[in-house]
Each structure stands twice: as structure tokens, then as C-alpha cells.
């Protein structure tokens, strides 16, 4: 039962690097479209933001569409809908969570502890800590309103083409 599981979740390779591309954009134009709603985009870091976003969505697809294929296998449409929904919704504000306090903690590594101290690993988790934080508070609102949709409609999308 697993193995047949681990098989149906390994997804063709054109899969995987199409589907990456086009997530990483919806998540581009979710965050370009939630700057622009709220000030016009009007922002001295659209273009940090941008990369930001597109490679949130874009190093997250190839995580999440196997283990939401791993879920999906042999369930209704409703559970294979909701298994995508779960694993693109964590993953994608996972890696971009991810990819936000790794660019934070290059920032303030300069007045960190030299590498592999025990100040340093302090440091760098709480930097972490502090980023992740931050982007749950500020950052989660750039996927919203049309990031919601393009979550709903990749998700509906692969949970069709998976029986």
C-alpha cells in the first residue's frame, strides 16, 4: 500500500519543473496584485519582493506536489482537493518564511559571532525565529486576495487530473 503510494506521488519531471515555473508566477502576481491594492505599489523593495515570492512558490512546487500526490492517492475528489490545498497553502508559506529569514540573517551576519560558536547558533536562531515571525505577521498578507484563488484553482486542477 505504501509503495504504491510512494509511486503514484512521484510526478513526471515536466510536472515538477512546469508546474514549478507557473506556481513561482501565481505567486508573483498574488504579491504584485496585494502591493498594489494596499499602496499602489509603492514600496522601495517590489523587485526584493518579487523574487521573494516567485522563488517561495517556485522551490516549494517541487516538495509539495509529490507529498500532496502522496495523500491524494486513491481518495475523493474533496480529500485530493483538500490534500493539495493543505500541501501547496504550508509549503509555499514555508519556503517563503524560509527564504525570507535566510535573507535576514544574511543582513544582520555581519554583527553576528563568528560561525559555529555557541553566540552564533543563538544568534542565528533567533534572528530565524524573529524573521519567520515577521513574515507570519506582515508577509502572509502579500498572498491574499488572489493568492487564495490560485490556490483553489491549482488545487482543484490536480486534484481532477489525479484519480
Request: charged content about 10%.
Amino acid at each position: 500500500m505504501i509503495s504504491e503510494r510512494l509511486k503514484a506521488a512521484r510526478p513526471p519531471l515536466s510536472d515538477l519543473f512546469v508546474g514549478a515555473i507557473l506556481w513561482g508566477i501565481q505567486m508573483l502576481a498574488s504579491a504584485m496584485a496585494a502591493l498594489y491594492l494596499r499602496n499602489g505599489m509603492e514600496t522601495a523593495h517590489v523587485r526584493d519582493l518579487a523574487m521573494l515570492y516567485f522563488a517561495g512558490g517556485l522551490l516549494a512546487w517541487p516538495f509539495m506536489l509529490p507529498l500532496g500526490r502522496f495523500f491524494a492517492h486513491r481518495r475523493s475528489l474533496e480529500t485530493r482537493f483538500a490534500a493539495f490545498v493543505v500541501a501547496l497553502a504550508a509549503g509555499t508559506i514555508l519556503m517563503t518564511a524560509f527564504l525570507f529569514a535566510m535573507d535576514y540573517r544574511v543582513f544582520y551576519s555581519a554583527w553576528h559571532a563568528s560561525f559555529g560558536s555557541l553566540t552564533w547558533v543563538f544568534q542565528f536562531v533567533f534572528t530565524g525565529a524573529s524573521a519567520v515571525y515577521q513574515f507570519a505577521v506582515l508577509g502572509i498578507r502579500l498572498f491574499l486576495p488572489l493568492g487564495i484563488l490560485c490556490l483553489f484553482g491549482t488545487s482543484i486542477a490536480l486534484a481532477k487530473r489525479m484519480r
